[in-house]
T-cell receptor, first 116, second 112 residues
Framework: GAVVSQHPSRVICKSGTSVKIECRSL??????MFWYRQFPKQSLMLMAT?????????EQGVEKDKFLINHASLTLSTLTVTSAHPEDSSFYIC????????????FGPGTRLTVT | KQEVTQIPAALSVPEGENLVLNCSFT??????LQWFRQDPGKGLTSLLL?????REQTSGRLNASLDKSSGRSTLYIAASQPGDSATYLC???????????FGKGTMLLVSP
């Protein structure tokens, strides 16, 4: 099946610094990728939809200047958490939509961000 | 606005039992429905995808059915094993280009 990778899997950073998370589709091209956030024992919350070559579409309540998304190629999207604060600590998951066939979404393994 | 509900929220069964997880959605105009598995601290693994025109899909011990008109899907797990312990998420898509709407999941524990 299709594989989506995320890097890093875990990151600890100090308050005020920025962190970049990469999401790659390894064996298919994805014109659309999605970024989710998940709190403990909660379901996934969609943060934004990332389209290759254009600006991301953010969900209501998500600060676009804080969560910068770049989708520069058909296999890579990045999420940068700028000026991170402890409340940004969370599990971030990306997914990529395979546009061939049934438009199935494949999910990455997630990135655990801890801001101290 | 689409809403997805999963019942039960948690389920604990002894090994070997057959079990059913339920998913319901409020807007029957869906494009497809996916069942996922999530292990603690991990990403989502796609289990089954059912197109709106399909009634069911099977993979190994898993069988998912879809009744689009009534807004329901079930995931049937046969002969459950401790390795099946995980959270199971149901999600629907309104079109091939839209986002997924997730339920809150069913946390399954299969004890040896």
């Amino acid at each position: 099946g299709a594989v989506v990778s995320q890097h890093p899997s875990r990151v600890i950073c100090k308050s005020g610094t920025s962190v970049k998370i990469e999401c790659r589709s390894l064996d298919f091209q994805a014109t659309t990728m999605f970024w989710y956030r998940q709190f403990p024992k909660q379901s996934l919350m969609l943060m934004a939809t990332s389209n290759e070559g254009s600006k991301a579409t953010y969900e209501q309540g998500v600060e676009k200047d804080k969560f910068l998304i770049n989708h520069a190629s058909l296999t890579l999207s990045t999420l940068t958490v700028t000026s991170a604060h402890p409340e940004d600590s969370s599990f971030y998951i990306c997914s990529a939509r395979d546009m061939g066939g049934v438009y199935e979404q494949y999910f990455g393994p997630g990135t655990r961000l801890t801001v101290t | 606005k689409q809403e997805v509900t999963q019942i039960p929220a948690a389920l604990s069964v002894p090994e070997g039992e057959n079990l059913v997880l339920n998913c319901s959605f409020t807007d029957s105009a869906i494009y497809n429905l996916q069942w996922f598995r999530q292990d603690p601290g991990k990403g989502l693994t796609s289990l089954l995808l059912i197109q709106s025109s399909q009634r069911e899909q099977t993979s190994g011990r898993l069988n998912a059915s879809l009744d689009k008109s009534s807004g329901r899907s079930t995931l049937y797990i046969a002969a459950s094993q401790p390795g099946d312990s995980a959270t199971y998420l149901c999600a629907v898509s309104a079109s091939g280009y839209s986002t997924l709407t997730f339920g809150k999941g069913t946390m399954l524990l299969v004890s040896p």
